[in-house]
Structures are given as structure tokens and as C-alpha cells.
């Protein structure tokens, strides 16, 4: 299995790329949420930065997967940290399908788009891709410097 390499947008402003650390995201302390660039770009504060990470392949091993519920993440996340795990992944159901295919999803009952699998979302939305939570930073290295757009 190769290296996990991923994006995370802030949700908050970075005034200083280039000494971003991970530790300093006060916005997920139960998790930070990493996935495509677009994916991240969707989430990320009009002023927060792009940060490219990298996931040692050694801590992906048996991986939990939950399903996008879009949000309620600290509630559902605390079984897996107590079980030591370091990362969940989840097929993103809202960033990086592009706002077309959102339009479109728009258009259909909620409750049935939560209701579907992942396997049947899939179908609908093929461009839908996963998306992980990363339950301890210390796992993850930054690659670069963290990017403002």
C-alpha cells in the first residue's frame, strides 16, 4: 500500500503560510477532514490556505469507513479513537462533485440521497470520491508550504 497523499482546506484564516503547522487548526479537535483539492478547496475559509499531507501507508491499514452524514463528525468519531485508530475514510457526498451534479442532487428527496448506500450514491454520483478524517495529527506531515488562494 503506498502513502496517502491528500489535501485539507482551514476553515479559518492562515496569516502566515509558510509556518503553518497541523497543530494549529483550531477547527477539528476531534479530526481534521483531508481529501482531493477540490474537495478541499470546497470546505476551505475564502482567506484559509490549500495544505498538501502526506499519510505514512503504515497507518492505513485496516481503516474504518463511515458514511457521510454531512456533519456530527466528534460524535461518531470518538468509538474509533478509542480504538486506536488514526484515520476513518467516508465517500464525500458534498465537496468535489462540482456545483452541476450538486444542482442536480438538489433536485432530489434528501432523505432518500442520505438513505442510499455509498454503493448507490456511487452510481448516481461516479464523480463522488472519498474523503478521510485523520483522528491523530501526529500521523500526518505536511508537504509544503500551506497555499493561499
Not at 19 to 45: T, V, W
Request: charged share 30%.
Amino acid at each position: 500500500m503506498d502513502d496517502l497523499i491528500a489535501w485539507h482546506g482551514t476553515q479559518t484564516p492562515v496569516t502566515d503560510p509558510a509556518g503553518f503547522r497541523i497543530k494549529d487548526l483550531p477547527e477539528m479537535p476531534g479530526g481534521f477532514h483531508i481529501g482531493s483539492k477540490e474537495q478541499a478547496r470546497a470546505r476551505m475559509h475564502p482567506r484559509g490556505a490549500l495544505i498538501r499531507v502526506r499519510i505514512p501507508a503504515r497507518h492505513l491499514g485496516g481503516i474504518s469507513r463511515l458514511k457521510d452524514q454531512g456533519g456530527n463528525w466528534a460524535r461518531r468519531l470518538k468509538p474509533h479513537a478509542r480504538k486506536g485508530r488514526c484515520i476513518v475514510a467516508y465517500l464525500n457526498r458534498f465537496e468535489g462533485i462540482g456545483p452541476e451534479r450538486a444542482a442536480q442532487l438538489a433536485e432530489h428527496d434528501p432523505a432518500r440521497i442520505e438513505r442510499m448506500s455509498d454503493r448507490a450514491f456511487r452510481a448516481l454520483v461516479p464523480e463522488a470520491a472519498d474523503s478521510w478524517i485523520v483522528l491523530d495529527p501526529a500521523i500526518a506531515e505536511i508537504l509544503e508550504d500551506a497555499v493561499t488562494e
